[in-house]
């Protein structure tokens, strides 16, 4: 063979050789453009089945009301009770337990928009009744330093406003999860998704704005995104339905009392319910005195007003995490076998506090601001994962007709727990003797708080074993519904 030819079959095998990482590169490029779009695809298809205008009014209702302004409102609150009213950290939470009422009551703010009809308008008056509650609130707030009875009454007409808002929407997405149950859990991705988005504007930016306005300036901003929710109930294009006599909408509501207590009865749905309940009431919070250990000077780390906000951000990214890894990994997987692992999980990472508090990070060498942020971080992850199948076996136990009414109703139970929680919490510190100053205590209560955490793990057998897909409740309960109820409702905005 001559030298020719040999310089001819080398050309000939680089040309075979030399495209395969031309080849590869273009499809690691591929690769990426598609997990790029993947986010994107997904939404459209949302936007397809469920209609543009419904994915909208869930991004303003969550994203802004729920995400960023009850983020915005947890941190700012805060520090107003901590630097403006000067209060206790047992008392806070105390006062925390009141402005939660309004959650406990969206029952009645179901049935109001399931039943009680506004000149023939079911959803539009609910939500600018909402937002105009709220921004005057905010802007009552703004007067210097009112007394803690009136403080405490503004912010929660706030918090009521946040819930009635949230109870319109909720209904509509009962709705939808009732009448398509295959998206049942892409509706509540979402919904955790946008939720989380905006707390991480709402915690970056607020301890930036307590720093820079106070805390009580920094209330006043929640009328914007308050304004967003009026502006929902002039914009959405809701059917005008028949005005009801006095006599139908009292047989109406008695129609609907009598099918929640119907509902109610049936195992398939006291049983998770009372699960969700004890699952959150036993999780006691010691938030309020971590905050105030985490801020002080001389027994915690003096975290700045700037830095707990991106603690909190950073905790919201945790949490959109969570969704992602739940939507992409734990969707199908039965109800039962998630909520336990995940509850496990949350135990066991609570023990990450107690190690905070009694300093061990600082012997394990890890500084105070790495530390707080893994740990808030796999909080976070676990708590969202822990918490999206609670919420959307929720949703498949609501019958049709009574869903926003129902919806609420569990949600109620819910909200029950949180301020069984908050209240719980409020003991144990008042009893550990746990104040602005003394911080002596605080770890038995974390060491409290996780092993009742942990106790959960006896009641799994209430959770269903069935998953997201499959029917919770018994087929006649489903027909009588859907023989009963009105007729179906659309979420729709006006194109300006």
């Known amino acids: 063979m001559g030298s020719h030819e040999i310089q001819s079959l080398e050309e000939k095998q680089c040309l ?45 209702v969550y994203g802004f009301s729920q995400g960023f302004s009850g983020s915005f409102f947890k941190v700012v609150t805060d520090y107003y009770w901590k630097d403006v009213q000067q209060v206790q950290p047992s008392a806070v939470q105390l006062y925390q337990g009141l402005y939660v009422m309004p959650w406990i009551m969206k029952p009645i703010w179901g049935l109001l928009t399931d039943v009680f009809s506004i000149a023939g308008y079911k959803r539009r008056p609910y939500f600018m009744l909402a937002g105009t509650l709220g921004s005057l609130c905010a802007l009552l707030l703004l007067q210097k330093k009112p007394p803690v009875l009136f403080a405490l009454i503004f912010l929660t007409g706030i918090s009521t406003a946040m819930s009635i808002a949230d109870v319109t929407i909720d209904a509509c997405i009962a709705r939808s999860s009732i009448q398509k149950p295959a998206l049942a859990s892409d509706m509540q991705s979402l919904c955790g998704f946008v939720s989380s988005t905006g707390a991480i504007l709402g915690y970056s930016t607020s301890g930036m704005l307590v720093h820079t306005l106070g805390a009580q300036g920094t209330l006043g901003l929640l009328t914007l995104p308050l304004i967003m929710i009026i502006t929902l109930g002039f914009t959405m294009n809701e059917a005008k339905g028949m005005i009801r006599t006095d006599k139908k909408m009292f047989a109406k509501v008695n129609g609907a009392v009598l099918d929640m207590i119907k509902t109610m009865k049936y195992p398939g749905v006291w049983k998770p319910s009372l699960y969700m309940y004890l699952s959150i009431t036993l999780s006691i919070s010691t938030h309020e005195g971590q905050f105030y250990w985490y801020t002080d000077p001389k027994a915690g780390p003096a975290f700045s007003k700037e830095f707990v906000g991106v603690i909190y951000a950073i905790g919201a990214v945790g949490s959109i995490v969570g969704v992602i890894l739940y939507h992409k990994f734990f969707k199908e997987f039965p109800f039962r076998t998630v909520i336990f692992f995940a509850q496990l999980l949350y135990g066991v990472s609570g023990m990450l506090d107690l190690m905070f508090v009694l300093r061990l990070n600082l012997k394990l060498g890890v500084p105070d601001y790495v530390f707080v942020i893994m740990e808030e971080m796999c909080a976070r992850i676990i708590s969202r994962i822990r918490w ?43 009893l550990l003797k746990v104040t602005r100053t003394d911080f002596r205590n605080l770890w038995l209560a974390l060491l409290i708080r996780n092993l ?30 859907r023989n009963d109820h009105d007729k179906e409702e659309g979420l729709q905005l006006v194109c300006p």
């Open 388 to 430: 999206m199948p609670m919420i959307i076996l929720i949703t498949r136990l609501c019958p049709l007709g009574i869903e926003g009414t129902f919806f609420a109703l569990l949600m109620c139970i819910d909200s029950t727990g949180s301020l069984s929680s908050k209240w719980g919490g409020s003991l144990v510190l008042q």
């Open 452 to 481: 009742l955490r942990i106790s959960t793990l006896a009641l799994i057998f209430l959770v269903p074993k069935a998953g997201p897909a499959d029917a919770m409740l018994p087929d006649e309960m489903l027909d009588a519904s």
């Open 16 to 60: 075979v050789v030399n495209p395969e990482p031309r080849v590869l590169q273009n499809n690691g490029r591929r690769t990426f453009f598609r997990l790029l779009r993947e986010p994107f695809d997904w939404l459209s298809m949302l936007c397809r089945e469920l209609e543009t205008s419904f994915i909208l009014a869930i991004i303003v």
